[in-house]
């Protein structure tokens, strides 16, 4: 894998004439993030060398790479899940492609379910912490030191700078947002009402099918994460009503501009 993410470093380094140092991966809907990228090189991933392909609705697969609010930045139009069919490694790839390329900071977004009852559909959440529930990790196997060490610390696996930048981002936009603790599933089922209830007994406030993977491996390779979800429905047993993958196109299409403003705000002010 080390070899493998060396050459697509290699081939998308060649593309570009930047040196990008912000990696954004843009969940199920957020992808029109990366359509307000100044000067923009755009790479499918299918053209990447060892580049796995995106398969879900709302995700386009590619890379676009470019300038915005000032920031050198490399964002994922679309990211990989484990319920694809992916192993961890693939999932997590992209995360160490970046690390090759030079970036050191990394957003990564989510379409959420919400469990906290005090959630609506439409909040921005900013991830304080996650739990693991896909009965795996992508640093399972030998671990490569020139990666990172075989037990890394996750203890801080959301930067709190990065955090309280976001809070105080948030308060200068009037945007309401939300904090609270995301829990990574492997899907691609919804969940039951009775693990939702479970789930909040563990202390979740949201639920996904994905992030997690990617979070252990950047914290892994030394980057500092912001990890930002947004709420687009809420789950099992909550509302009575059934889940549906439009549903979380909808909201996120509603929230679009909340979610551009933000994000943008964040990059616009990022502290050293």
């Known amino acids: 894998m080390t070899k493998q993410s060396k050459e697509a470093a290699s081939f998308i380094q060649g593309k570009i004439n930047i040196e990008p140092t912000v990696g954004l991966i843009l969940g199920s809907g957020l992808g029109v993030l990366a359509d307000e990228i100044e000067n923009p090189v755009t790479i499918p991933y299918n053209e990447i060398p060892h ?3 995106s398969t879900v609705s709302g995700h386009k697969g590619q890379l676009v790479v470019g300038q915005l609010q000032g920031r050198q930045v490399l964002a994922m139009q679309g ?4 319920y694809e069919g992916y ?3 693939q999932v997590t790839f992209p995360v160490r492609v970046m690390k090759e390329i030079g970036v050191e900071t990394l957003f990564v977004t989510n379409a959420a379910g919400g469990i906290n009852k005090d959630f609506d559909p439409g909040n ?3 991830i304080t912490d996650h739990i693991n529930n896909m009965g795996n990790n992508p640093l399972m196997g030998a671990n490569d030191d020139d990666w990172g060490p075989r037990f890394p610390d996750m203890s801080e696996a959301y930067d709190r700078t990065l955090i309280q930048h976001a809070e105080q981002s948030a308060e200068r936009l009037n945007l309401q947002l939300r904090k609270g603790v995301y829990v990574g599933n492997t899907g691609p089922a919804y969940e039951t009402g009775a693990e939702i209830r479970m789930l909040r007994i563990l202390g ?4 996904g099918m994905s992030t997690v993977p990617e979070v252990i491996a950047a914290n892994h390779a030394g980057m500092r994460v912001l990890g930002i979800s947004c709420i687009s429905n809420m789950a099992a047993g909550i509302l009575d009503q059934p889940l549906t993958h439009d549903e979380v196109i909808e909201t996120t299409a509603r929230v679009r501009e909340d979610f551009l403003g933000f994000v943008k705000e964040l ?6």
């Open 204 to 207: 979740g406030d949201a639920v």
């Open 79 to 82: 990211r990989f899940h484990y």
């Open 267 to 272: 990059l616009k002010t990022l502290p050293a």
């Open 87 to 89: 192993d961890m490694k």
């Open 124 to 126: 921005l959440m900013v």
């Open 51 to 53: 580049f796995p392909e």
